[in-house]
């Protein structure tokens, strides 16, 4: 009977060393789990090796696995060897050999990528899944495999690994455990962070971009992250420079960037580092593009005008007015509109040269449509107050003529 139910006791839950059913398990600094009274017997003989890898121990200090005495409690609640449902005891196997595959010293960058692609086809195909894999503690192993070590080579197999395994990372955080990315706080895997953002594909530089989100986001478990994120003068260009220039992942830049923006101190650091000039071609781009995220680029031109320099900066830009004054009315939608109209306010109120560029790219007929549109009655009331300035500023002005 013992043996019958030792057949139904899933590979992971198994004591290396005795083979039973773990009842306390614990993980040593080479990353393999054990029960602790054997490992502690294991010790005491005067062992100073990993009994699996027969590496030495560095560290001779064990640290209790509650992700793997959870998974064995809900086995048992469901069972154990007798109820259990054989699919997930076989989901469980296949994921801790992945897991298993996917931590070894000798795996080759190859095989780390079919490992992935595995995991991304188990997260697409079975949702359920990824409670599973966060419970195995693949988030914070993939995170180590994407940012312990980049690779010095940008080969077209090591772009794939990092494009699926930030793949899987970014399903994976829908479940939760944003935690996980604090070890981003280490100086060594924050470097690994912005040259992937330096010198990866498209798509991971997109991907990046929502890490930077769920970072900023989860404000309250990555508090130090956050900050750190917003001095990182290197990570904050490359955003930048992905808002300025016209390809696919400039509407993550934009995303990150709009996530970035919510302390003052990040939006100091962002205007010196030329944020104005890189929404500004964002918007100007996006003015000929069906759907775009011009209206939250335009939204964070008003908050970034209230920092010193950025009304200069805007003012100096060739297409900073004209960009603007598009933005008041669009044909397709009136959101940014009030925005536009509160930028143009801003920067028209004390600047001539301002005001003419904003007339001489057709504001007048700009605010005259968006009158006579559906916009709502609070938009209108905006664009009477512009007009209002504009007038009364072009009067004062013909008086000292």
Known sequence: MKEDRQMTIPHLFRCPISLDLFTD????CTGQTYDRSNIEKWLAAGNLTC??????LHDPSIVPNHTLRHLINQWLQMGGGQHFDPNYLATIDSLSALKHSLQSHEATLETKLQIVQKIHVVLRESPPASNCLIQLGFLPLLLKQLFGKVESKFSQVYVQFVEESLSCVQKLLLVGETESLNLLNEESKMESFIVLFEHGSCSIKKRLCHLVEVIISSSHETK???SKLGKDDRLLREIISLVHHNSEAS???VRAFSALCSTETNRKTLVQEGAINGLIAYISNALTRERSLAAIAMARIEQLLAIENSKDALINNPNGVYA???MVFRVSDHEGSEN???SLMMICCDSLQAREEAICAGVLTQLLLLLQSQCSNRTKTKARMLLKMLRSKWAEELKHV
Do not use: S
């Open 25 to 28: 398990p614990v993980t040593l």
């Open 224 to 226: 130090d992250l956050c």
């Open 324 to 326: 603007l004054v598009k």
């Open 51 to 56: 009994p699996v890898t027969m590496q030495t």
């Open 251 to 253: 509407d993550a830049g």
């Open 340 to 342: 536009a109209i509160n």
